[in-house]
């Protein structure tokens, strides 16, 4: 009897890939940065993960439901693009710790790969509980038009961090082993942020350009980002 080897879905895939954020809203920067990064890992899928309480912000101009809504209207037509709800589900901050140590409870050994884009890493060193962050997962750093730097007072920190950890690609970081390793990703994302975005949906002013089909019909149906914010 020929080994046919184990069954396709019992094979443990080589690294599950995540990229989170408020997505308030998901925009076409947040999009073409999913899609780069699943080209760049040969068509890896790519769990976009709803930082549904994000800890580090005021309030959001869309609630959960509505970020989450337009977040699974942009991906539908991309089956390497899984919405990721379970910050969601969780009555408690969204800290990405947490999210890592939920993953690698479900994904046991298998390497963990979290998308950052440059502001937001240039800013790891405030996150909650972040030295566990990095033990916890590889971080794939997205270049941000106007983010080439870190402030000031976190470039020592992260000069030291990117002395132990940095690797040239995912590739080597997955070959490192499970965690701990950073690297970059050399794309060049739409300068799009979703405060302009809003912005520019309060001043009356085009948005279709700036988002993935459908996201911009929910906003004029929910009438969004026109008034306050919502929570
Ligand atoms: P806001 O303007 O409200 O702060 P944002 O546009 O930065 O929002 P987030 O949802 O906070 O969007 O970002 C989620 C992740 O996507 C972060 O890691 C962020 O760095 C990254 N990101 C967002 N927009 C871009 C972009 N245009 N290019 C590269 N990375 C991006």
């Not at 020929?2 to 080589?14: C, E, F, N, V």
């Not at 690297?183 to 520019?200: F, K, Y």
């Amino acid at each position: 009897m020929p080994d046919l080897g184990q069954p396709l879905a019992a094979q443990k895939p080589r690294f599950i890939c995540s990229f989170g954020g408020t997505f308030d809203p998901f925009h076409l920067g947040h999009l073409e940065a999913a899609k780069a990064v699943s080209r760049a890992l040969d068509g890896a899928q790519v769990n976009l993960i709803l930082s549904a309480r994000p800890s580090h912000r005021g309030a959001t101009g869309a609630d959960i439901e509505q970020r989450l809504a337009m977040l699974e209207v942009a991906c539908a037509e991309f089956p390497l693009l899984q919405v990721d709800a379970r910050e969601c589900r969780r009555d408690a901050p969204s800290y990405t710790v947490d999210t890592l140590l939920e993953l690698q409870q479900e994904h046991p050994g298998v390497p963990l790969v979290w998308v950052i884009g440059s502001d937001a890493y240039h800013y790891l060193p405030t996150w909650y509980r972040w030295r566990e962050v990095v033990e916890l997962a590889h971080l794939l750093v997205l270049d941000r038009v106007g983010h080439t730097q870190p402030p000031q007072e976190q470039r020592a920190v992260l000069a030291e961090l990117e002395a132990q950890h940095r690797v040239e690609s995912v590739e080597a970081a997955v070959a490192s082993g499970a965690a701990g390793s950073i690297c970059r990703l050399p794309v060049v994302l739409p300068d799009i942020s979703a405060t302009q975005v809003r912005q520019r949906v309060q001043q009356g002013y085009p948005v279709a350009h700036l988002l993935p089909a459908g996201v911009s019909s929910y906003i004029r149906q929910e009438q969004l980002y026109s008034r306050q914010p919502a929570n």
